[in-house]
């Protein structure tokens, strides 16, 4: 059948159309293509630069984590040099206690000593004007020719506390055997006088102690080697140089000595705050030892 002039038309209008809506929809896909595209590339961008900055924050991050360990090496290494400063200074104060450790010091000590003729290795005086006494400490010096230094009075200070600008050098303190006090009683014809220490840990105790038994004529002291306080420059101090003349014996056992001593012909007796009897009321003549400090821990 023939296609009428109008149905032509109305194919030909419908074909354009069509054209136009597939040009339209090919058109909007490509627009909708360069679209995606553009997200797509500008997700890759965004993607990279956030890549980028996690490397540099990492890179931070671990620059940060290096100046840390350096900064612990630095303080460790710090610490560790401090430490090692105040080892030295410790070693070096206590090689100058140990130095020092044999000494008398004070004007009153050192004139006993310097009286006593004992042996002395030097005598430090301080530096400056002289006053009192210390001239006469200086005259004694020069008379027995014993080696006089003068010196700062920082450098006395790093030797002793109170010293009143004299400190004495001296051999370690010798002690002597009960013995010898036995016989010391035995050559002034008198009966033997014994003072026995036990646990005396105060330097400045014993110390009063040695000044008052010299006053009071003992012959000896006896002291033993553990849980008492040694013969140092507190002690002779405090004797004010009474340790230059009486003698004194340190024992291992002071049992055994005590023993020992009651078998030479000594009464011994002991010291309680406890007691009844005041001292000054006790008959303490004869051949006599006291015993003073920790005698009540003691069984005999």
């Not at 303080?75 to 030295?88: K, S």
């Not at 206690?97 to 050192?110: F, L, P, Q």
């Not at 007796?269 to 007691?275: F, L, P, R, V, Y």
Request: one cysteine or more; hydrophobic letters at 30%; a positive charge.
């Amino acid at each position: 059948m023939r296609e009428s002039y109008r149905d032509q038309r109305n194919r030909q209008a419908r074909i354009s159309r069509e054209k136009m809506e597939n040009g339209e929809r090919r058109s909007g896909n490509r627009r909708n293509d360069k679209r995606r595209i553009d997200e797509r590339r500008i997700g890759e961008r965004r993607y990279s630069d956030r890549r980028i900055e996690n490397r540099n924050e990492d890179n931070r991050t671990e620059d940060k984590r290096i100046d840390e360990r350096r900064t612990d090496v630095r303080r460790y290494n710090d610490r560790r040099q401090d430490e090692r400063r105040q080892g030295e200074r410790r070693t070096e104060n206590n090689s100058e206690e140990k130095m020092y450790e044999d000494i008398v010091a004070g004007r009153n000590a050192v004139m006993e000593l310097l009286k006593s003729e004992k042996d002395i290795n030097k005598i430090f005086i301080e530096r400056g004007e002289k006053h009192g006494s210390i001239n006469e400490i200086i005259a004694r010096c020069r008379e027995s020719k014993i080696v006089l230094v003068e010196i700062d009075r920082t450098k006395l200070d790093l030797m002793a506390e109170n010293h009143q600008g004299v400190v004495a050098i001296v051999p370690p303190f010798n002690y002597c055997e009960v013995e010898d006090i036995l016989s010391l009683a035995k050559e002034k014809g008198e009966d033997p006088f014994i003072l026995i220490l036990d646990g005396i840990e105060d330097p400045h105790n014993l110390g009063s102690i040695i000044r008052t038994a010299e006053t009071a004529g003992i012959h000896g002291i006896v002291i033993p080697k553990r849980r008492t306080v040694t013969v140092n420059n507190t002690v002779a101090k405090v004797s004010v140089g009474a340790t230059s003349y009486v003698k004194i014996a340190r024992v291992n056992n002071i049992n055994e000595t005590i023993r020992n001593i009651k078998k030479s012909g000594l009464w011994v007796i002991g010291t309680d705050g406890e007691a009844k009897t005041e001292y000054y009321n006790q008959d303490l003549k004869g051949p006599l030892a006291i015993i003073i400090g920790s005698e009540g821990s003691r069984n005999e």
